[in-house]
């Protein structure tokens, strides 16, 4: 190659004049990354790692390739190389790993053809040794990694050192090549507002709303709440749990703790982590009230920028959608699974964003429902993120999992309020009744008796049955997870209506109804399950408090479809067993009771059901590490189903003739989420096989038979599918 200058990227014009040289991007992403790393004593490696990232672009063939040339070229594995042969073999490992997986994700250490051991020892490499005359070696020869591995988990703590450094050259690299390739995107990144502008908001807002509320013992209790979380903030970043009954005001308590906490310790974000996008909207509707939508990101499969309503919608969508690439802003409201599964992924575009947790306040929303099966290595994460990069996580719930036994001593959780228990009685609204085995033919008769009454069963195909007994009589409605989300709202402010009108209304649901909607039944009915499922059935009893108890029924169907999962059958009869041991069955004692035997039934391997973390400690010193078998074998929601789209109304049939002739189908993604249903593999062959499927863009499948859909239930299940089928997909 001839003359001197190297370049990292390139644009159409062949004179070279606008193309980025090679050690600007090099330098630009080693300064990035270091600013990044600097909230974990980190900056250092990563100024190593970002100059070293690329250097295999200063090859000859490479830049033939930035000129036209249709070669392949490897250009990560130099840095490595470089790595290993200038720095100690701890260091030099972990940025072997990121500098390797800086495009393709984080690679497993051996054992397959495209391990990190195979890569290092290829036999030819291009000649990028030019790279020595323009980028100066960092010495890091004083440079320690400043870890306190959890449980002597040793191997843990280098691994998820090395994945969040890998977090921060991954996202500098994509934030230095948006700038030269796309700096109109890259001037909107970072115009969220301050946390002292976000705080006045919010204290303002708080003050207007204590002032306009009436002067009841439950507002005083609320008051309280609030109060004792802003007098708590002041403690040092740790694990606190922050228990609340339904009611209590939890969600703008915890906020306040969380501004009253960062303002305390100078820390950067908020993350609010919920299992369902249900409470997820609700939460962020909140949020964006509050804050203005420019300082919140919603960020799950089901949110479409385009559906805010604020006046600045335009100039907001586009900053959310960059913002939802690396968690760059002050408020993130996201779901259990793109938080967990994010922090144990080997790609690089789940890996991005997982830096900027660091420094941060994490709170748990409904925590009783974290992933049973991942538990402790969920736990062992958040201990990491609590131990060793500066953040508080907030274990919030009316439904406490006793999780101290699962930690380690050094960050077992701190109790924010002063006394839960006297809360739980203040805010008691329910008694829990257990009615022991019941049929279909006696259960619709006591559910006739009643005016207005919600039953929540365990199974798809117990609501159909139990639906079709009760509709002749009129005022009956279904709800389960074979109705698309558009149908399952327009029924839900049906059902409001009809509750707030004190019309005849009576409801049969599968647990989806659980998932953070809010309504408010006089009684309620439910399956036997877990005693977290009952106290959220109990949540949609007495919401309001318009009785002085509401009535909960628990009965266990004799039902062949009303059966419960394995896992159900689990919860079912541990929770049989508390509430045959305690009056209160919802009370804090036998909360704890119950999770304490469910977590004991499960043991340390049912509650690492994939063995994640052993895979870690073999030989962790040598740091020879599974990351992608990890990636792969973490995932909370297994692939077992299919999305299907349905024409419900209007504006999904409007949607759907759009889909229909549009060059560019991917673009209705969001907003088909809300027209679409998961379904089973044997139930979708049958309906592909007998021509009632179409599809678009080798992607997006739609149904088109309106028959097979029913106004009153959703999808038609014309061969009774059962089994795994009929189970509820949240």
């Not at 070229?73 to 100690?88: F, I, K, M, N, Q």
């Not at 420094?359 to 538990?375: F, G, K």
């Not at 009615?435 to 009643?450: A, C």
């Not at 991917?666 to 088909?672: E, F, G, Q, T, V």
Request: charged share 25%; net charge negative.
């Amino acid at each position: 190659m001839t003359g001197s200058m190297y370049y990292a990227h390139s644009t159409g014009d062949p004179d070279k004049r606008d193309w980025q040289l090679l050690k600007t991007h090099l330098q630009n992403v080693a300064d990035i990354a270091s600013e990044f790393a600097n909230d974990f004593n980190a900056c250092d490696l990563a100024y190593a790692g970002g100059l070293l990232h690329d250097v295999g672009k200063y090859s000859p063939e490479f830049q033939r390739r930035l000129e036209g040339a249709t070669i392949r070229v490897d250009h990560s594995t130099a840095g490595a190389r470089e790595a290993g042969a200038l720095y100690p073999k701890q260091l030099s490992r972990i940025l072997e790993y990121i500098i390797t997986g800086h495009h393709g994700g984080l690679l497993n250490y051996g054992n397959d053809e495209n391990g990190l051991e195979e890569r290092l020892g290829k036999a030819f490499l291009p000649d990028y040794s030019a790279y020595r005359d323009e980028i100066p070696i960092p010495d890091l020869t004083r440079f320690r990694p400043s870890l306190r591995p959890i449980q002597k988990r040793v191997g843990f703590s280098i691994a998820f050192y090395t994945r969040m450094l890998y977090s921060c050259l991954v996202d500098a690299d994509s934030l230095d090549t948006e700038a030269f390739a796309d700096p109109g995107s890259s001037s909107l990144r970072g115009q969220h507002e301050s946390f002292d502008i976000l705080s006045r908001k919010f204290d303002d807002h708080m003050a207007t709303l204590h002032s306009g509320a009436k002067e009841t013992p439950i507002n005083r209790q609320r008051r309280e709440i609030y109060e004792q979380c802003r007098g708590m903030a002041a403690h040092p970043p740790q694990i606190f749990s922050l228990t609340v009954p339904t009611g209590g005001g939890k969600t703008l308590s915890s906020m306040a703790f969380a501004l009253e906490h960062i303002k305390q310790h100078n820390l950067e974000r908020i993350f609010y982590v919920i299992p369902y996008t249900s409470i997820i909207e609700q939460n962020a509707a909140t949020f964006r009230k509050i804050f203005g939508s420019r300082n919140v990101l919603e960020h799950h499969s089901n949110f479409d920028p385009k559906a805010l309503t604020d006046d600045d919608v335009n100039s907001v969508e586009q900053y959310l959608k960059l913002s939802a690439e690396n968690w760059d802003m002050s408020i993130v409201v996201t779901t259990n699974v793109q938080f967990f599964e994010s922090l144990f992924s080997n790609k690089r575009s789940r890996c991005r964003k997982i830096h900027n947790l660091a420094r941060s306040v994490i709170i748990l929303d409904e925590a009783q429902m974290l992933p049973t099966d991942y538990l402790k290595p969920c736990l062992q994460a958040l201990s990491e993120l609590v131990q060793n990069y500066g953040s508080t996580v907030v274990i919030c719930t009316a439904t406490q999992p006793k999780l101290s036994n699962l930690l380690d001593e050094s960050v077992r959780p701190v109790e924010i309020m002063s006394s839960p228990a006297d809360l739980y009685e203040a805010f008691r609204r329910v008694r829990v009744n257990d009615l022991g085995s019941l049929n279909d033919e006696e259960l619709s008769t006591r559910l006739q008796g009643h005016h207005q009454v919600l039953c929540i069963v365990n199974t798809r195909a117990h609501a159909q049955h139990l639906y079709d007994a009760l509709s002749k009589q009129g005022g009956c409605y279904h709800l389960s997870a074979r109705m698309c989300p558009a149908h399952r709202r327009k029924q839900l402010k049906e059902i409001k209506d009809l509750l707030t009108a004190d019309e005849e209304c009576r409801v049969v649901s599968t647990q989806l109804i659980e998932a953070g909607v809010d309504i408010d039944f006089p009684i309620v009915y439910r399956a036997i399950a877990g005693l977290d499922s009952v106290a959220q059935a109990a949540g949609r009893c007495n919401r309001e408090g318009k009785a002085e108890r509401g009535e909960v029924y628990v009965f266990r169907s004799t039902e062949r479809y009303g059966q419960a999962t394995s896992w159900q059958k689990l919860t079912a009869e541990v929770g049989r067993m508390v509430m045959d041991t305690y009056d209160d069955p919802l009370s804090l004692p036998a909360v704890e009771s119950y999770f304490q035997k469910l977590y004991s039934y499960k043991g340390d391997d049912g509650l690492d059901l994939k063995g994640i973390l052993p895979l870690f400690d073999k030989k962790p010193q040598k740091c020879k590490f599974p990351f992608e078998d990890v990636g792969w074998k973490f995932s909370i929601i297994e692939q077992g189903t299919k999305d299907l789209i349905v024409p419900y109304g209007e504006d999904g049939r409007a949607l759907i003739d759009e889909l229909r002739i549009s060059r560019s189908p991917w673009k209705y993604a969001r907003r088909l989420q809300g027209y679409t249903i998961n379904i089973y593999p044997n139930e979708f062959r049958e309906l592909e096989h007998t021509g009632k499927i179409d599809c678009f863009g080798d992607k997006f499948y739609v149904l088109n038979d309106i028959d097979r859909y029913s106004e009153e239930t959703g999808l038609i299940n014309e061969k009774g599918y059962m089994g795994e089928g009929s189970l509820l997909i949240v």
